[in-house]
């Protein structure tokens, strides 16, 4: 069983639309993070997320909103994307929060036109 | 910014040891080292961490010097589908302020030949 998967695995959209990228872990975590890759490989914490606490990166757009339904769920949500959000997102879990230990989803794809 | 520096790309022949070079000479005294590495397409993937003493698991062993200046990842039996970027973090492992997470830096492209 996978245990922190996303979906979609692909996304290709217009600039300007919303759009919202979900990720699940089975792991029992207590943490869930988004990370984003850009085109140059650099990854970089977006947020965090432990017992409906959100922890944000500064840089990090308003646009973008994570979402928890629950512990085992962090959705993340962009509206009126642009052009410069073309990037791969990750997902990611752990135990608690502060605890370095993460296991990563595979990684959503996104590209805007 | 990151706080390690790591060589930005190493070779290693196939079934051979690949010793990866980290160094983060400003490291804090409550700050742990953790390896992670990420396959082409990937997600990141959790290596090996430690604080002071050496450690050995299922994937590699992680050697720290005395002074906790520097660190070296050995895989021992290097096989092709180790061929990835490896990241050396330094990372307090607590709830400190901040967006929590990982600071990834460039890595290491390590390219194991046949």
């Known amino acids: 069983d996978t245990a922190v998967s996303q979906t979609p695995k692909y996304l290709v959209t217009q600039m300007g639309n919303d759009k919202s990228i979900k990720c699940e872990q089975n792991l029992g975590h207590d943490t869930m993070y988004w990370y984003k890759q850009d085109s140059k490989k650099f990854l970089k914490i977006m947020f965090s997320?432990?017992?409906?606490?959100?922890?944000i990166n500064e840089t990090v757009p308003n646009r973008f909103s994570p979402k928890s339904p629950d512990k085992a769920h962090l959705n993340l949500h962009i509206n009126s994307l642009e052009l410069g959000d073309s990037a791969v997102y990750f997902c990611?879990?752990?135990?608690?929060?502060?605890?370095?230990?993460?296991?990563f989803g595979p990684g959503t794809r996104l590209l805007v036109l | 910014d990151a706080k390690t520096t790591q060589p930005p790309s190493m070779d290693c022949a196939e079934g051979r040891a690949a010793n990866l070079p980290c160094n983060h000479s400003?490291?804090?005294?409550?700050?742990?080292v953790y390896w992670y590495r990420q396959i082409h397409s990937q997600g990141p993937q959790y290596i090996i961490h430690g604080l002071k003493n050496n450690e050995t698991n299922e994937m590699a062993s992680l050697i720290i010097t005395e002074d906790r200046k520097s660190s070296t990842l050995i895989l021992p039996h290097a096989t092709l589908r180790d061929t990835a970027v490896y990241y050396c973090?330094?990372?307090?492992?607590?709830?400190?302020?901040?967006?929590?997470?990982?600071?990834f830096g460039k890595g290491t492209h390590l390219i194991i030949q046949p």
């Open positions: 400003t490291i804090s005294g409550n700050e742990y």
């Open positions: 990611a879990s752990s135990l608690s929060r502060g605890q370095e230990t993460q296991y």
């Open positions: 973090i330094v990372s307090a492992n607590d709830s400190g302020g901040g967006a929590d997470g990982l600071t």
């Open positions: 997320y432990n017992n409906k606490e959100l922890i």
